[in-house]
């Protein structure tokens, strides 16, 4: 078994698919096993997103994710990550698949609604950022 870190971003939360996305993650048999609605300190933000810090777009990102609650889950499965990133579909939502939370949810690349871990290393490198009480 695996865990992912996976956020509802504010636009997730501003838009009320929270139990849709947590719906989701249940149908698909995965398991919550943390989960915390909070506001994201800028410092916070900027090591989650550390890997983009050169990008253009990266001031846009920080602003986005500090710009109202989201909530953080840590969520467990076999091959949760990869299950999960399914679920959520590709990066640009108009890319994503119907049928899929970004596929059916969102329209703009910064603002896609919810984020998963991409590899074992982010996954637990963002769950100790996050939840640091869960060793
Ligand atoms: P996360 O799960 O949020 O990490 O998304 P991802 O893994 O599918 O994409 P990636 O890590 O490459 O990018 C992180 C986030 O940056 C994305 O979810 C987007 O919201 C945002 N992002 C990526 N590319 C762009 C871009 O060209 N413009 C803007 N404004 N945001 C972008
Ligand atoms: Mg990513």
Do not use: Q
């Not at 090591?47 to 953080?72: C, K, M, N, Q, S």
């Not at 698949?97 to 949810?105: A, C, E, K, L, Y």
């Amino acid at each position: 078994s695996e865990r992912t870190l996976v956020l509802v971003k504010p636009d997730g939360v501003r838009r009320a698919v929270v139990g849709e996305v947590i719906s989701r993650i249940e149908r698909k048999g995965l398991k919550i096993v943390a989960l915390e609605l909070r506001t994201l300190s800028r410092d916070t933000a900027e090591d989650h997103y550390g890997e983009h810090r050169e990008r253009p777009f990266f001031g846009e990102l920080v602003e986005f994710i500090t710009g109202g609650p989201l909530v953080a889950m840590v969520v467990e499965g076999p091959r949760a990550i990869e299950a999960f990133r399914a679920l959520a579909g590709a990066t640009d939502p108009v890319k994503a698949t119907p049928g899929t939370i970004r596929g059916d949810h969102a329209l703009e690349i910064g603002e896609n609604i919810v984020h998963g871990s991409d590899s074992p290393e982010s996954a637990a490198r963002e769950i100790k950022l996050f939840f640091p009480e869960l060793g």
